[in-house]
């Protein structure tokens, strides 16, 4: 699964068990945006410590490592530095990639290091944060039938390739203990209250009328 490493040797093996999260940030914080029907506030963004610390109840005594693949666009980096040294105190490891073109995504990087780690260490458990079922669908369930437990760690509303799965394991980010400090403006369609909820449109029904409209002039 992902790319091709080079050859290990005896030294680099270590058959350490090992709890593995990795962590898609863009499609974290894109499917976070489309959830709550706009852009992510300090408020509902994930806390990273308390994703750590639910990590950590469920290992044990077996080794944990959280490791967040961001992309970095033209002019981004001040704003983003601060939040990579807030979550390298949390103790993840950061890999960041520039993000110069369309193609310059972090997936094949999340692979190879799941598959890095899947050679060096006895992986016993994996989370996968991110509803990106089209790349991570089917090396994650390989993985699965091997032996490892695989959960999907991203939002109800997208991630259906967990939710189906007969091998893979699916938790909603916000069953996260602490993960928010408040509650998510959304309509979870699995947790609905008994007496039903209404779901407020998106968009305004008019807004149709301004697509017909740029359709028939060619805009």
Known sequence: ?????????????TGTELDLLVWD??????TLSNVIGGRPSAQSRPRFDAVAKWLLAQAGEREVEGAVFANVPPGGAAT??????????????????PKLGP?????????????????????????????????????????????VDVTVLSFVEVAGYAQESEVIRFVDLEDVPGAFTTPLP???????PAGGAWLQPTRSMRSLLNENAGANTGA
């Open 25 to 30: 940030a863009p499609n974290i914080d894109m």
């Open 186 to 192: 959304r309509v979870r369609l699995d947790n609905l």
């Open 1 to 13: 699964m992902g790319e091709e490493a080079a050859p290990l040797s005896a030294d680099d093996v």
């Open 80 to 97: 983003m530095r601060g939040w990579v040294e807030a979550i390298r105190s949390f103790g993840y490891a950061v890999f960041a990639r």
């Open 103 to 147: 193609l310059d995504d972090v997936d094949a990087d999340m692979l190879a290091h799941i598959a890095e780690r899947h050679r060096t260490h006895t992986l016993r458990r994996l989370v996968v944060a991110s509803g990106d079922g089209r790349n991570f669908n089917e090396p994650l369930e390989e993985l699965a039938r091997e032996g």
